[in-house]
Structure formats: C-alpha cells, structure tokens
Nanobody
C-alpha cells in the first residue's frame, strides 16, 4: 500500500502562482509514475498532468499546457505541480495519483493510489 500526502494548496489571485507537492510513502516498488488530477464538486476527476517514474516523460491537459509544470524528486519520493498564470477556472480540489495501471493517463481509472486532495482557489 502506498500513502500519498498532498500540500501547497491555498487561495491566490488570478495571474498568481502556487506549487503543489505530493509525497509518497516508501514502497519496494517505487518510484511509480505519478499524476495530478482535479475535481470540482459533482464533476468527474480530470487529468491535469502526469510524469513517468524516471521523470523523462510528461503529459499535460490542453487547458494547462504552457502554464503548469510537473516534476519529481525521487530521492524525496515527491512530485510537484508548479502552477503559473492561474485562472479562476483552475479552482478545484487537486489530487495526487500514483502507479499507473491503465492506458489513458488522463483517466482516473488508470491510477491505483490516491491522496486526500488539496484545495486550490483562484479569486478573480
């Protein structure tokens, strides 16, 4: 079992920046591929960005390309999401996922482990 703990959420004005962090507990199979998703109340969880276990491959949703950057530090078992030029529509609960088991990185069903989430609110 892998435990994921997110941090870094908060409230920021439109145009501002935040950096989210997700730290994974130790596992004999780490490092895993990891991802960030977001979800608004009553809506499906949607993929924001993903990164391969070694960090060489990244994926982004079209809505965040050029504004968000996913990275990782395997020595710290941590993945980051740097979010710049934030927009009001980026307001959501952000979740960290680990261990991709499905073909489509942007599908929540493709990820085995989840954190509890961290709230990001962008005021306009």
């Amino acid at each position: 079992q892998v435990q994921l703990v997110e941090s870094g959420g908060g409230t920021v004005q439109a145009g501002g920046s935040l950096r989210l962090s997700c730290t994974a507990s130790r596992s004999p199979y780490s490092p895993y591929s990891m991802a960030w998703f977001r979800q608004a109340s009553g809506k499906e969880r949607e993929g924001v960005a993903a990164i391969s276990s070694g960090g060489s491959t990244t994926y982004y949703a079209d809505s965040v390309k050029g504004r968000f950057t996913i990275s990782r530090d395997n020595a710290k078992n941590t993945v980051y999401l740097q979010m710049n030029r934030l927009k009001h529509e980026d307001t959501d609960m952000y979740y960290c996922g680990a261990h991709r088991i499905g073909a489509s990185w942007y599908s929540a069903n493709a990820w085995k482990y989840w954190g509890q989430g961290t709230q990001v609110t962008v005021s306009s």
